[in-house]
């Protein structure tokens, strides 16, 4: 039986996922991928012609609101979460990897 | 002092009376939660401190006749923000996470002055049904220890049944408050979608989750379920339906006289161990007993919720844990080169593989060349199984059957397997895709562990369940039978 997920598809999944993955890692993940896309196929037993897909179940429709910006007064709080923070900003890594400097 | 078996109304007859004091009660709680914890496993962080402060806050003031939770220790589910104490869904990516807000309903909790005493272990991003994706321990079955809690809200199910704490709160996107709840034989409500706030609720499956108690009895249920419901304008799905007070239908005069039943017949069908088909089919004859018609209805395309609802809740869960990128909160890995680097070592090394399979599954099923095949599929298939319920409630006051097919399986069973993993879901998940309530009340043994019967009923007619799980409880000595963990229990 042809496979329903092959290797290649997995790793560019998890491209699309910002995820990567060891060779074992692969070797694991593949079949089970393919397992339950195997059960995800069984959803083309059922008959939804002219069936609409529900996304949302909420009772309330169209809700509107005035779209002002809140001062929360925490930004000292929220970098504390920040894994790198200096002088009141996140700190991140160079964007550009410096071996493309060379 | 033995709280274990008392409920929230002579708890709070006892704080009125002064017969105990709330901080006695709230230092008794972290007592009894230490010498009992180290066999359940139920908290990760406890948040004693600031307890006993508010304990004594509210013990200056005195606990008023109407202020039915005042005082009372509660549990908090992992994923539910807390201001000022860790959070951290039980992933390795959220290990330092200290919320800077509220969530809605810990609000509502703070304003009806319940006092938190932890936050309770969990799933990994409450994806799981035995609380073994945890990232940081195991959580035990309060009735047998080589048991799992079941999950993915199994360290508030455990708290509770162990006679930790007498409220605790989960979230449910497929179960994950009925199925821990029936594993260890305490009550649990996911409520209609749109009846509580998920605000500050660590979003998984946004269009599923819903933030509901646990408790020992029906009416502490109900009781706390009025206090946590209603809109709130930080969640534009929430309902502006009026709350009920759930609980004050709950007394002698309750009867489910004249009710229709429906026992739809795949709740029964192969999988569903004996002793759990066993102990619903006495509950009908409970039901019977009291006055109700119990009839066998059909929901034909029962089976077919859990892959719909692994593709709809992975697709959902693929796009909320994209926030998760190691830049503003959360683990960042180290020994990077560049940002992509940031975004992928961060979350390859953040997350544990089952929050893995879910975003992989999640991003193919919406992904180029497979969206109508899988997500779009799912999501009519959802509308098919929406039908099937509207149906059957059409002239049923509610539905009756199993939650889980099996009592608590053993620790480390299922949790090699994914599919095996995924249809212990089988009974609960639909009731998510349709955004019915569902309610989990204790209906039986099996082995010596709980068996649990679900109720599922109309949108927004939790009361109905309520009244229809009061009614049992009065008939039935299920609830009262507690575990015996050594020490004071």
């Known amino acids: 039986m042809a496979d329903r997920i092959t290797r290649e598809q997995v790793q ?9 993955f060891t060779d074992t890692q692969l070797d694991a993940f593949t079949p089970q991928l393919d397992d339950i896309i195997g059960l995800f196929e069984t959803l083309s037993e059922v008959d939804t012609e002219g069936v609409e897909a529900t996304t949302n179940v909420s009772d309330q429709l169209n809700v509107m609101r005035e779209d002002v910006a809140e001062d929360w007064g925490q930004s000292a709080a929220l970098l504390d979460n920040a894994p790198d923070a200096e002088r009141g900003y996140i700190k991140v890594p160079a964007i550009i990897d410096e071996s493309e400097d060379d | 002092m033995n709280y274990f078996d008392k409920d929230l109304a002579s708890l709070h007859d006892d704080l009125v009376n002064k017969k105990m004091s709330v901080r006695e009660l709230t230092q008794e709680t972290f007592a009894n939660v230490k010498a009992t914890d180290p066999k359940i496993g139920a908290f990760l962080t406890l948040n004693e401190d600031a307890a006993l402060k508010q304990a004594d806050a509210i013990d200056a003031e005195g606990v008023a006749a109407d202020d039915p939770l005042a005082g009372i220790a509660i549990g908090v589910k992992d994923n539910i923000v807390t201001k000022g104490l860790k959070t951290t869904a039980s992933s390795k990516i959220l290990a330092n996470f200290t919320p800077v807000y509220d969530a809605t ?22 994806m799981g049904g035995s609380t073994e994706t945890s990232a940081f321990q195991t959580t035990k079955n309060a009735w047998d220890q080589t048991k799992v809690p079941g999950g993915s809200s199994g360290g508030s199910a455990a708290a ?150 692994y593709i709809i809740a992975s697709s959902e869960a693929s796009s909320n844990l994209q926030r998760f990128d190691g830049i503003r909160y959360g683990y960042r890995a180290q020994d990077v080169k560049n940002l992509e680097d940031v975004y992928v070592k961060s979350r390859s090394e953040g997350f544990g593989d089952e929050v893995k399979r879910r ?131």
Request: aromatic share 8%.
């Open chain 1, 12 to 20: 560019h999944v998890a491209g699309l996922a910002k995820l990567e």
């Open chain 2, 105 to 126: 309903v810990v609000e509502k909790l703070t304003a009806a002055k319940t006092i938190t005493i932890g936050k309770t272990n969990m799933d990994e991003f409450a």
């Open chain 2, 160 to 309: 509770v049944a162990s006679g930790q704490v007498p409220v605790a709160f989960g979230s449910d996107t497929g179960g994950s408050i009925r199925q821990p709840s029936s594993f260890n034989g305490i009550v649990g409500m996911k409520p209609t979608y749109g009846r509580v706030s998920r605000w500050g609720l660590i979003a998984f499956g946004s269009s599923l989750d819903q933030i509901g108690p646990m408790t020992r009895t029906v009416k502490d249920n109900a009781t706390v379920l009025s206090a946590i419901a209603g809109h709130d304008k930080h969640d534009l799905t929430s309902s502006d339906k009026a709350v009920p007070d759930f609980a004050a239908g709950l007394n002698e005069g309750t009867s489910v006289k004249g009710m229709r039943i429906g026992l739809p017949k795949e709740f029964l069908a192969e999988g569903v161990d004996d002793d759990v088909r066993n102990a619903i089919l006495a509950a009908a004859d409970t039901y019977r007993q009291l006055g109700a018609t119990v009839d066998e209805v059909s929901l034909p395309h029962n089976k077919y919720g859990v892959a719909a609802y």
């Open chain 2, 359 to 489: 975003i992989m599954l999640g991003t193919f099923s919406l992904s180029a060349g497979f969206y109508d095949a899988y997500f779009l599929k799912a999501a009519k298939v959802r509308t098919v199984i929406m039908n099937d319920f509207k149906a059957v409630l059409k002239d049923h006051d509610f539905i009756m059957g199993p939650v889980a097919p099996t009592p608590a399986f053993g620790l480390g069973d299922e949790l090699m397997d994914p599919i095996t993993m995924y249809m212990n879901d089988v009974l609960t998940i639909p009731v998510n895709l349709a955004g019915l309530p569902g309610l989990a009340v204790p209906a039986g043994f099996s082995n010596n562990l709980p068996v649990g019967m679900q109720l599922i009923g109309r949108p927004f007619d939790e009361g109905t369940l309520y009244k229809a799980g009061y009614a049992f409880e009065q008939n039935t000595d299920f609830h009262s039978q507690l575990p015996k963990l050594g020490g004071q229990n």
